[in-house]
């Protein structure tokens, strides 16, 4: 796919016509970096040119709800914010090169808001909409829901760049 740096705004007709139907966890890993236990989502159910809508069930084994809390485990706001920019991401992999070539990465967070609590055991739905693109930023919303309420909701900001290897030496 064609990395395009210019402006580029969706629109309706766009997100009607590059409808696509359900995946799992292998065609998420093809479009995203994450990898288990920091991919946050179980599958994508719906995704057009400019919204994607995904799921995950949470477990009680989840390594972030062991200590979060002991006896009354939640899975926290920061995670709830991860799966909706994993979800932006595989929505962005439409957008973008291929994976490894360019990664997507957190610019900014605006508006977030939590509004109900996710316990291990709940299953959320995870939509994202892209709103807009300047060259490689992309500017996106999104809401977690559970049971049709909303649990999270966000503004947020990704730019696409080209990782470095881990061991890259600064010096060089």
């Given at each position: 796919?064609?990395f395009?740096?210019?402006?580029?705004?969706?629109n309706?007709?766009?997100?009607?016509?590059?409808?696509?139907?359900?995946?799992?966890?292998?065609e998420?890993?093809?479009?995203?970096?994450?990898r288990?236990?920091?991919?946050?989502?179980?599958?994508?159910?719906?995704?057009?040119?400019?919204?994607?809508?995904?799921?995950?069930?949470?477990?009680?084994d989840?390594?972030?709800?062991?200590g979060?809390?002991?006896?009354?485990?939640?899975v926290?706001?920061?995670?709830?914010?991860?799966?909706?920019?994993?979800?932006?991401?595989?929505l962005?992999?439409?957008?973008?090169?291929?994976v490894?070539?360019?990664?997507?990465?957190a610019?900014?967070?605006?508006?977030?808001?939590?509004?109900?609590?996710?316990?291990?055991?709940?299953?959320?739905?995870?939509?994202?909409?892209?709103?807009?693109r300047?060259?490689?930023?992309?500017?996106?919303t999104?809401k977690?829901?559970?049971?049709?309420k909303?649990?999270?909701?966000l503004e947020?900001?990704?730019?696409?760049?080209?990782?470095?290897p881990?061991n890259?030496?600064?010096?060089?």
């Amino acid at each position: 796919m064609a990395f395009d740096t210019g402006m580029n705004t969706p629109n309706q007709s766009d997100a009607e016509s590059t409808e696509s139907s359900a995946f799992g966890p292998a065609e998420i890993e093809a479009k995203i970096p994450h990898r288990s236990p920091m991919r946050l989502l179980d599958e994508v159910v719906e995704m057009t040119n400019d919204t994607l809508h995904a799921r995950k069930t949470f477990s009680s084994d989840d390594f972030f709800v062991q200590g979060h809390f002991p006896n009354h485990p939640i899975v926290p706001g920061v995670i709830q914010c991860e799966c909706c920019l994993q979800a932006g991401a595989i929505l962005l992999a439409e957008h973008t090169p291929e994976v490894g070539e360019f990664v997507p990465v957190a610019t900014r967070m605006d508006s977030v808001k939590f509004k109900n609590m996710v316990h291990p055991g709940d299953t959320v739905d995870i939509h994202v909409t892209l709103k807009e693109r300047l060259a490689n930023a992309f500017f996106l919303t999104g809401k977690m829901l559970l049971n049709g309420k909303v649990t999270t909701r966000l503004e947020f900001a990704c730019s696409i760049t080209q990782p470095t290897p881990a061991n890259s030496d600064a010096a060089s």
